[in-house]
């Protein structure tokens, strides 16, 4: 049982290039699915610069006669030999048109452990009206993926809240993209609350390798970039394997609902701290200044 969606909240923090780089590094055969209801196939645009039609992905999935794990298998896309991708909508509006696609879907992806395949599925920002939601909840491992900046951070805990207080996904796990900038990948889990399942560093040119196709440079496979995503690969499959919740952390600390920090004019962001406490200490200025 290994299927594994990956969101975020907003901001764009790296689902689709962690998503495709957990793939590429993903130690058996694994699906690589496009559900970003945005549309427009980031991956086609991206690692393949457009040289492929989007000719074939989801929609026709939802609206063919045969069964969906035979469509699915025809419109799945060969990227490397452990790796096949199934291209999501040409556009939102066509999105739309995939809300009763996600259950039968849902079911297909979970049987496919059974031939010996994972799931990678790229589910774009939480929160839009085409989101496919049913995968969120049926996944065996849904990561919410993160900067630690203070906006991201805003923008991720209401949907940590709203997941912790609702149960909806089967297992929960943040993924930290660019732990250090400026906050620790462990802060921010200890704020918003589901356990830390991996880190990912800050690498804007490696990560053009696989979100724009951008040529990799010589040392691309022995740099951090690479070799986090091979070591998360690793431990999600291991973890996703054997049943085993990522690390547990501090619960989270229960801050002030919908407070915006006050923006720091006069400092910089105090790496050392762990985000949550920034955060109280924000709330105790305003507190005081009011
Ligand atoms: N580890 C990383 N280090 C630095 N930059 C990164 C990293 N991962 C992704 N990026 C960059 O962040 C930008 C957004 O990446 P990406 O499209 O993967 O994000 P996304 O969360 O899927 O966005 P969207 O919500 O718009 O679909 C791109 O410029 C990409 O190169
Ligand atoms: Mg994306």
Request: net charge neutral.
């Amino acid at each position: 049982m290994a299927v594994i969606v990956l969101c975020s909240a907003s901001g764009s923090p790296g689902v689709t290039t962690t998503a495709f780089g957990l793939a590429v590094a993903w130690p058996r055969p694994i699906l690589l699915v496009e559900a970003d209801p945005v549309g427009g196939s980031a991956i086609l645009a991206g690692w393949f610069q457009g040289a492929r039609d989007h000719d074939t992905g989801l929609l026709e999935v939802a609206f063919s006669a045969e069964p969906v794990d035979e469509v699915l298998n025809r419109v799945a896309v060969q990227i490397s030999d452990t790796v096949r991708f199934v291209p999501g909508a040409r556009s939102h509006i066509e999105a739309r048109e995939l809300g009763g696609l996600w259950e039968p879907l849902a079911d297909v992806l979970a049987g496919l452990d059974a031939v010996g395949q994972d799931v990678i599925v790229d589910a774009g920002r939480l929160g839009m009206a085409e989101s496919p939601e049913l995968l969120l909840q049926r996944a065996d491992l849904t990561l919410l993926v993160t900067r630690t900046d203070l906006p991201a951070l805003a923008a991720t805990r209401s949907h940590a809240d709203l997941i912790a207080r609702t149960g909806l996904w089967r297992r929960a796990g943040l993924l930290v993209v660019g732990p250090g900038r400026p906050y620790s990948a462990r802060g921010a889990a200890k704020l918003l609350g589901p356990p830390l399942a991996g880190t990912i560093p800050f690498a804007p040119k490696d990560a053009a390798v696989y979100h724009q196709g951008a040529a990799p440079g010589p040392w691309f496979r022995m740099g951090a970039f690479a070799r986090s995503l091979r070591a998360t690969a690793r431990d999600l499959h291991a973890r996703v394997a054997t049943g085993t919740p990522p690390a547990a952390l501090v619960p989270a600390v229960p801050a002030a609902p919908n407070q915006v920090p006050a923006r720091a004019v006069d400092r910089e962001p105090d790496r050392t701290s762990d985000p949550a406490a920034v955060w109280t200490a924000a709330a105790d200025r305003r507190r005081g200044q009011a």
